[in-house]
Structure formats: structure tokens, C-alpha cells
T-cell receptor, first 113, second 115 residues
Framework: GNSVTQMEGPVTLSEEAFLTINCTYT??????LFWYVQYPGEGLQLLLK?????DKGSNKGFEATYRKETTSFHLEKGSVQVSDSAVYFC????????????FGAGTRLFVKA | GAGVSQSPRYKVAKRGQDVALRCDPI?????LFWYQQALGQGPEFLTY????????KSGLPSDRFFAERPEGSVSTLKIQRTQQEDSAVYLC?????????????FGEGSRLTVL
């Protein structure tokens, strides 16, 4: 079946550190891949997406590249800020019919000043 | 407002009570989803509407769960005879179209606690 696995948190970094949150997926064909972010007290919101192999999604300094060969979609940011503290969810929508988004368990990020 | 609105934000129910959770999607959004999020977990799919048609209800955990969207806008998730394992945050999300590349817009959720 379709599934998403992401690294367990929490991840604690100092401001301006480099961030990587690993995400791998299992799906048939070519799913669309997403990163959603949930800031404290808010609903989930889309951070970035990629819809085909080798695409790079980017937003707010975050990037993730769709790697079909390793079935991965790792999230990276070169220099994190305190305001990036949130829970990050990797997700996919299979291209085999249906519109169900399947989410990973989430990774909590704490950034210290 | 312009976003997805859910009510109530918090609900405490005694075991065996019925609850109803409401979702107001973004105006004009065709697709509407309900998800269940347990503490420390990612959202788990419950059901999907395209306008008023419920096209997928494969994620509803039991026949105690029922969802409707009778006029293709507001949706209600009803849970009958609540159990402690129903305690979770229930998320509603809407999407403009029906594409599998589409962005979901989430509400802040309804947190249900069953005592």
C-alpha cells in the first residue's frame, strides 16, 4: 500500500543551523509529494510540493527534491530561524485514482535563539 | 473569514453520547476531506466529498461515524455512541478542484475528548 515514513522528532537546532528532515515513501507509479507545516495553534498549511521525478519544490527558504530512485523527498533549509519551530508533515497523493492525501507521522522542530 | 472554519474547537463528551462536528470550507471549493489526528500522529483519512457526493468513505473506522455534505458546501461529521478511542483532533480540509496535485486548505480542527 501507499505510505510515508519520516524521521522521528523532536529535532532541536540552534538558529542559523542547517536543517534536514528525511522522508521516504512507498507508492506505485508516480505520486505527487508534499510538505505541510503546522505552526503552534494553527492548522496545517502547504509548504511546498513536487509532482514529478526530479522536480524541486521550494518556499520560504525550504527545498525538497523528488527522488524516484531513492523514493525520497527530504526537506532542507540552509539557515533556520526561531520562527521555523513547528511540526512538519511529509505527504503524498497516489496517481492511481482517488484524491486521498496520505501523511507521515510528523517531525517536530525546535529552533533555539 | 476566508479560510476553513470548524466548530466546535473543543468538545468534551461522555462515553455513549453522540457528537456533531461542523466544517465550513472555503467558498467554491469542490473537494472536502475529513481527517482524524491522534496525539503525536499525522492526519489519517476518514472520508472525501466532491460537491455533495461522498466518493470515498473507506477511512471511517466504524458505522458509528457518519458524514454528510448535503448542499455541497458545509459538512458535518457525526459520531454516535462515542468511545474513548474516538478522542482525537478531527480536521477538515478543502481543495479547489479534484486534481491529485492539489493543495489542501485545513481548518484548525475540532478536539474531541471522550470521558
Amino acid at each position: 500500500g501507499n505510505s510515508v515514513t519520516q524521521m522521528e522528532g523532536p529535532v532541536t537546532l540552534s538558529e542559523e543551523a542547517f536543517l534536514t528532515i528525511n522522508c521516504t515513501y512507498t507508492a506505485t507509479g508516480y505520486p505527487s509529494l508534499f510538505w505541510y507545516v503546522q505552526y503552534p495553534g494553527e492548522g496545517l498549511q502547504l509548504l511546498l510540493k513536487a509532482t514529478k521525478a526530479d522536480d524541486k519544490g521550494s518556499n520560504k527558504g525550504f527545498e525538497a527534491t523528488y527522488r524516484k530512485e531513492t523514493t525520497s523527498f527530504h526537506l532542507e533549509k540552509g539557515s533556520v530561524q526561531v520562527s521555523d519551530s513547528a511540526v512538519y508533515f511529509c505527504a503524498l497523493i497516489p496517481n492511481t485514482g482517488g484524491f486521498k492525501t496520505i501523511f507521515g507521522a510528523g517531525t517536530r522542530l525546535f529552533v533555539k535563539a | 473569514g476566508a479560510g476553513v472554519s470548524q466548530s466546535p474547537r473543543y468538545k468534551v463528551a461522555k462515553r455513549g453520547q453522540d457528537v456533531a462536528l461542523r466544517c465550513d470550507p472555503i467558498s467554491g471549493h469542490v473537494s472536502l476531506f475529513w481527517y482524524q489526528q491522534a496525539l503525536g500522529q499525522g492526519p489519517e483519512f476518514l472520508t472525501y466529498f466532491q460537491n455533495e457526493a461522498q466518493l470515498d468513505k473507506s477511512g471511517l473506522p466504524s458505522d458509528r461515524f457518519f458524514a454528510e455534505r448535503p448542499e455541497g458546501s458545509v459538512s458535518t461529521l457525526k459520531i454516535q455512541r462515542t468511545q474513548q478511542e474516538d478522542s482525537a483532533v478531527y480536521l477538515c480540509a478543502s481543495s479547489l478542484g479534484t486534481s491529485n496535485t492539489g493543495e489542501l486548505f485545513f481548518g484548525e480542527g475540532s478536539r474531541l475528548t471522550v470521558l
